[in-house]
């Protein structure tokens, strides 16, 4: 079960490397993460069905 938490908006193709961003997310859309279920899927003009894919895979993190 994978599903869309949240979309980046790029009305001009403009996708450059370095973008950043903050999203809240809802504690369903914190568990898929958590879980290793979400994914970023890339839309362009060209390529509308998405440019490029890839899994977002949780990482441990240690607070000290």
Same mark, same amino acid.
């Given at each position: ?14 996708? @450059? ?35 490029? @894919? ?11």
């Amino acid at each position: 079960y994978f599903a869309v938490v949240l979309e980046f908006p790029n009305s001009d193709d403009s996708l @450059r490397e370095g973008m950043t961003g903050t999203a809240k997310l809802d504690a369903q859309s914190v568990a898929l993460l958590v879980a290793g279920k979400t994914y970023v899927n890339v839309h362009t003009k060209k390529n509308p069905a998405g440019e490029i @894919r890839g899994q977002i895979a949780p990482v441990p993190l240690t607070i000290s």
